[in-house]
């Protein structure tokens, strides 16, 4: 069974930066895609930062330049940084494990997913 949960969220100001950490237990590293998604009510869900096992990385669009993605096999830790945030951004974010076959923001689905941690940014 894997069992994820959020933290780091909290209120900024738009420029701030925030870092999310995502504690993950019975997680096999070669056999799932690790990511971020956030979720507002009544919206689609958008996968914005996604890791392989190799480390390599994807990022929507929209976060580019200014969020990434990070693991610490070793605490069983994933992060996301956040900078540059925008009033945009403001959302619920959560941590999810995914299909290891297929690990980029645009198809990426998680199957499971932490409680997630909200995230709101002040103009």
């Known amino acids: 069974q894997v069992q994820l949960g959020e933290s780091g969220g909290g209120s900024v100001q738009a420029g701030g930066s925030l870092k999310l950490s995502c504690v993950i237990s019975?997680?096999?590293?070669?056999?799932?895609?690790m990511g971020w998604f956030r979720q507002a009510p009544g919206k689609e869900r958008e996968a914005v930062a996604v890791?392989?096992?190799?480390?390599?990385?994807n990022y929507a669009d929209s976060v580019k330049g200014r969020f990434a993605i990070s693991q610490a096999h070793a605490e069983n830790t994933l992060y996301l940084q956040m900078n540059s945030l925008k009033p945009e951004d403001t959302d619920m974010y959560y941590c999810?494990?995914?299909?290891?076959?297929?690990?980029?923001?645009?198809?990426?689905?998680?199957?499971?997913w932490g409680q997630g941690t909200q995230v709101t940014v002040s103009s």
């Open positions: 999810g494990v995914g299909p290891s076959f297929d690990c980029n923001t645009d198809s990426w689905s998680p199957f499971i």
């Open positions: 019975g997680y096999t590293y070669s056999s799932y895609c």
């Open positions: 890791i392989d096992k190799d480390g390599d990385t």
